[in-house]
């Protein structure tokens, strides 16, 4: 089993900046990918970014050129950048860890909005 802590989020103006980090623990070494989905009123949950333990990454269109990214295979986190945030950002972010072969993992979930 793995377990996923979260932080950071909230309110932040348009055009503003938040980061958010996950932090892993448990069964570790099982982890291949980890990122971030989020899931906006009354929308499914969709991928936001996530990166392998390689360090392949994939972000939504929707992300691309504001959010980064970035992971620390040693202390087992994963952090997001978001940068230029506009009001359609405005969702519960969940942190996600998928194993090698089985197990997909989720945090409680962490709220931003955006909003003057």
């Known amino acids: 089993q793995v377990q996923l802590a979260e932080s950071g989020g909230g309110l932040v103006q348009p055009g503003g900046s938040l980061r958010l980090s996950c932090s892993a623990s448990?069964?570790?070494?099982?982890?291949?990918?980890m990122g971030w989905y989020r899931q906006a009123p009354g929308k499914q949950r969709e991928l936001a970014a996530v990166?392998?333990?390689?360090?392949?990454?994939n972000y939504a269109d929707s992300v691309k050129g504001r959010f980064d990214i970035s992971r620390d295979n040693f202390n087992n986190s994963v952090t997001l950048q978001m940068n230029n945030l506009n009001p359609e950002d405005t969702a519960v972010y969940f942190c996600?860890?998928?194993?090698?072969?089985?197990?997909?993992?989720w945090g409680q979930g962490t709220q931003v909005t955006v909003s003057s």
């Open positions: 996600y860890a998928a194993g090698y072969i089985t197990g997909v993992y």
């Open positions: 448990g069964s570790v070494d099982t982890i291949n990918a």
């Open positions: 990166i392998t333990r390689g360090g392949s990454i």
